[in-house]
C-alpha cells in the first residue's frame, strides 16, 4: 500500500505541476478579453488557461494512469473502458477571479480517491506563492519551497487572536444563508480573511496560517486535495459526503447544505452541521 500511495503521489505532483506551468505563462498584463469567459453565475469566471491547463493535468493523468477516472472542473468525469476503481479530482485553476485580476493567491489542485471515496493523495500546486503543498494518507502532510520540505502540523491550538478562512458562493440565495451564519460563525475569532481559493486556504490551515476554514457549498474539487492535506496535517476536517465515488462529486443537495471545515478538534464545535 506504502510504494502504492508513493506512485500516486509521484504522479498527482506531476500533475499538478504539469497545470501550474501552464499558469506560469501568464504576463503580468491584464488578461485579453477573449480568454476570459462567463459560466453562467456573477463572477464564476473561466479563462484559456483554466483549459489549458486542465488538459496538461489530464495528458499527464492519462500517460501514467490510462485506466483511472478522471473527474474535472472544466471537462466534467471521464471513464476508461475498463476503469481502474480510482479516480481523480482536478481543479486546474482554483482561484480564477484572483488569477484574472493578477491577485497570486491561486493554484493547481489534483488528488486521487479510491472506489469507496477515501483520498489517497493530493497536491495544492500555487505557481505565484511558490507554494507546493502535498500530503497522501497516513504519510503526514508537507511544504516544498525554495528548494526546502517542511512537514505540516496544522495551527497551534488555543493561541490568541485567532483567524477563520472562509469563501461566498456565487449564487445570491446560498451566499445570503452564508452571510447569516457569519456572526455565530466569527464567535471566538479575532478575524477573518476570505482569499478566494479553497484549496489553498485548507493548506493554510494545514501549515498555521489560519487557524480554521469554513465554507458551504464547496464543489468537490475545490476541497479534495486541500483538505487531505489538512487532515494529515493533523487537523479536524469535515466535508461533503460523496453520493457516488466512482462518478465523482457529492450530489448538489449534499454540497450546497454541507459545510466543509479544517482546524482543531477545540474549534470543531463552531461549524454549523
Not at 482569499?195 to 465554507?215: N, P, R, Y
Request: proline share 5%.
Amino acid at each position: 500500500m506504502s510504494q502504492d500511495l508513493n506512485g500516486l503521489l509521484e504522479v498527482a505532483k506531476a500533475a499538478a505541476a504539469a497545470g501550474a506551468a501552464v499558469l506560469s505563462t501568464r504576463s503580468d498584463r491584464p488578461l485579453e478579453s477573449g480568454n476570459v469567459s462567463n459560466k453562467g453565475a456573477a463572477g464564476d469566471w473561466v479563462t484559456a488557461f483554466d483549459l489549458a491547463a486542465e488538459k496538461a493535468v489530464r495528458d499527464t493523468i492519462r500517460t501514467a494512469r490510462p485506466q483511472d477516472t478522471i473527474t474535472g472542473e472544466e471537462q466534467g468525469t471521464t471513464r476508461p473502458e475498463h476503469p481502474s476503481g480510482l479516480r481523480w479530482s482536478i481543479d486546474p485553476l482554483d482561484g480564477t477571479t484572483n488569477f484574472i485580476r493578477n491577485i497570486v493567491y491561486y493554484a493547481t489542485s489534483v488528488a486521487v480517491a479510491d472506489a469507496d471515496g477515501v483520498w489517497l493523495a493530493g497536491v495544492v500546486n500555487a505557481p505565484a506563492l511558490g507554494r507546493v503543498y502535498y500530503a497522501s494518507r497516513g504519510h503526514g502532510a508537507w511544504l516544498e519551497q525554495n528548494g526546502s520540505r517542511t512537514q505540516l502540523t496544522g495551527p497551534v491550538t488555543g493561541r490568541p487572536g485567532q483567524i477563520l478562512a472562509t469563501g461566498f458562493s456565487y449564487d445570491p440565495a446560498t451566499r445570503e444563508d452564508q452571510a447569516s451564519v457569519l456572526g455565530g460563525l466569527m464567535e471566538g475569532f479575532a478575524d477573518i480573511r476570505r482569499l478566494g481559493s479553497a484549496a489553498l486556504d485548507l493548506c493554510l490551515v494545514a501549515d498555521g496560517t489560519h487557524d480554521a476554514f469554513g465554507e458551504r457549498g464547496l464543489n468537490e474539487h475545490d476541497f479534495s486535495a486541500g483538505a487531505l492535506i489538512a487532515e494529515e496535517a493533523g487537523c479536524w476536517v469535515r466535508r461533503p459526503r460523496l453520493t457516488s465515488p466512482l462518478d465523482g462529486g457529492p450530489s448538489d443537495e449534499e454540497r450546497l447544505a454541507a459545510w466543509t471545515c479544517a482546524g482543531t478538534l477545540e474549534l470543531s464545535g463552531k461549524f454549523p452541521l
